[in-house]
């Protein structure tokens, strides 16, 4: 097994939350692990393996918390863990302290609102867009040029859950339309009820296991970074799902999505040929059962585990085949599709709110039921075409109707649009 269906084992040791959660949260730990300096080599330029999670679903029922902060948290090494609540000026102050850094955040639509207020988080997603492609400084000054900071080679990592009802009311279209969700996996997943069963005696074991195995990782890494490139059959593949993005019918709604997709394609694919890496190495411990896990084990590792790791882990050009990317896009494909949706509710849900809004102003100023679609227009701020896909939604529904008036004689003779309530 690799070390991600061992993950996925341990999950359902703890929880009756999803295995999707599971998987993309062990991906992202091992990605980080990877450190800043492994890369893919890829253009335009390297493809580093951090990466921003957002766990959706049903309250409660989803156990996304529990799939966080219960199950991969206490598997995490700790000086790698960043702050679960902070202010802008929170995150890059611990960042100055240590760039290689993974925060689980509480929950989003408690961030997002604030951002969509322009509340005192709202710095945080233009921070949180720029660290993303990993560069090499970062500077920034906030409160008024009062507070200065230089982080060096930041390596960031970001997860954090949301309820589908939170979610949606909580964006607007500078989040959805511009870089700050498309750069988030969105993992969506429904809880199902399952009977509370007991913990292992040995549990302590098994996260001090997880921990020695991502905590090793990255001390091997930090000193001797990986280098991934595709094979040329892989490469074929990833181009033909960029095309697909980008050129095909079913993600033309959603290709400011896509193309970050297509970089999360290659970073889950390094990821998983380096979980089945360390998947192979782990058989010379002949861990079959997670009873086997012992003081005894953790010791033996401790000891051999960096030695043994680097063997499959040597300082050379990793080359990454076609059956990766393959897996990759399976994982990813269903939060692509889940961007389809967020994108078609928000468009609709939220132009039509803005352009009720306006039909209420109008009618106080107008007399009679005949609403001059120009004034409506003027006071909903809505460009034309979110305006009209608006105004289409709502006769659909049969909420509305538009009739077009003559006005005029002669060179004046024209056409007035009007909304009828």
Known sequence: MDVIEIYTKYHDLRTVSSKEYAKHLCIQEIGHSLGRKSANLIQPKPIRHNTYLCLIGQSGVSKKTTAQSDVLLPCVPQDTVGGQSFSPEGLLRELEENPHLISFLGEFSTLLRSIKGNGHMSRFKEIANDLWSCPWVYKKTLKNKENSYFVEQPYLSLNTTCTEEEFMPNLDPAMVHGGFMPRWILVCAEGGYRERGFLPDNIEY??????????????????????????????????????????????????????????????????????????????????????????????????????????????????????????????????????????????????????????????????????PISLVLQYSKLKSEEFRSALMTLKQREEIKVIIKETGEGRNKGRKEYIIL
Do not use: C
């Open 206 to 371: 098994i996260e001090q296991f997880f921990k020695l195995i991502f905590g090793t990782l990255y001390s091997i890494t930090t000193k001797n970074p990986i280098k991934f490139k595709l094979t040329k059959e892989a490469m074929d593949k990833f181009e033909s799902i960029s095309r697909e993005i980008e050129q095909g019918e079913e993600f033309e709604e959603v290709v400011s999505f896509g193309v970050r997709y297509e970089d999360y394609i290659v970073k889950y694919a390094d990821i998983l040929y380096v979980s089945d890496l360390i998947g192979d190495m782990l058989k010379q411990y002949n861990i079959k059962y997670f009873e086997s896990i012992n003081q005894a084990l953790i010791n033996k590792l401790a000891e051999g585990l960096e030695y043994a790791m680097t063997g499959y882990l040597k300082n050379n050009l990793k080359e990454v085949d076609v059956s990766y990317i393959d897996k990759a896009w399976e994982l990813l494909r269903p939060g692509l599709v889940s961007t389809k949706k967020l994108v078609t509710y928000f468009d609709e849900h939220y132009f039509v709110q803005k352009l009720l809004k306006a039909i209420d102003k109008v009618k106080e100023k107008v007399e009679g039921n005949e609403l």
